[in-house]
Each structure stands twice: as C-alpha cells, then as structure tokens.
C-alpha cells in the first residue's frame, strides 16, 4: 500500500494551492482518509478528514471555511484544496488512510490511521 502526496509548493498569503493523496494498492473509497500537517516544532495537527465513500467531511476550526477536501474515486485519490492561505498554514502535509466506518471529528487523531503517506511541504509567505 502507498499514499503519494503530492501539489505542495510556496504560495503567498491569500494564495490557493490543491494537494492530492493518490493511493496505490487499496481502493481509497473504501477508507477515511485525513490530512494532516506538522510545522517546525509543533505536533502533528489533523487539518480535514473525510469517511469513506464520500460520506461525512470535517475541518479544524483553524482552517474551515478554507480548506475543503474531497474525493475522485476514478483517480483513487482525495484532494485538499486550501485557499486563503495564511503564513501559519506553512508546515509539511501529509495524508492518511484506515479502513473504518467511523467518521467526523474523531478521524483528526493521527492514530487512528494505518497507512499513511510521505508529506508535501507547503510554505506560504510574502
């Protein structure tokens, strides 16, 4: 099994960028799949997270109403579109997939994930 993750880059503040975690050797509709980012110093922070099969979506409060994840099962893979970038969004991403019926908050707790993928880095500044 391997998530590739991938769309990271320098953004400036106010800017927009689309992740995508891309799954190989698992069918990603049948797994929640999360978000995730850790910046210098600081723990790993669950970002969005989705059920499976599309069901349920949830964000932290640091980024809802700008970030939205979502699916392309035809792509086996999930997307995390950011806008509104601010410079405390800097921090290496990285997605995450269990095979669980759970969904909402609780799918924020990195471990609670099984597979999980080798990070993006995303810097916004001016």
């Known amino acids: 099994v391997q998530l590739q993750a991938s769309g990271g880059g320098w953004v400036q503040p106010g800017g927009a960028l689309i992740l995508s975690c891309t799954a190989s050797?698992?069918?990603?509709?049948?797994?929640?799949v999360g978000w995730f980012r850790q910046a210098p110093g600081k723990e790993r922070e669950g970002v969005s997270c989705?059920?499976?099969?599309?069901?349920?979506?949830y964000s932290a409060s640091s980024v809802k109403g700008r970030f939205a994840i979502s699916r392309d099962n035809a792509k086996n893979t999930v997307y995390l579109q950011m806008n509104s970038l601010k410079p405390e969004d800097t921090a290496v991403y990285s997605c995450?997939?269990?095979?669980?019926?759970?969904?909402?908050?609780?799918?924020?707790?990195?471990?609670?994930?099984?597979?999980w993928g080798q990070g993006t880095q995303v810097t916004v500044s001016s």
């Open positions: 995450a997939a269990k095979l669980t019926a759970v969904s909402g908050s609780i799918l924020l707790e990195p471990d609670r994930y099984d597979y």
């Open positions: 050797g698992i069918t990603l509709e049948d797994y929640a």
């Open positions: 989705v059920g499976r099969s599309d069901s349920v979506t």
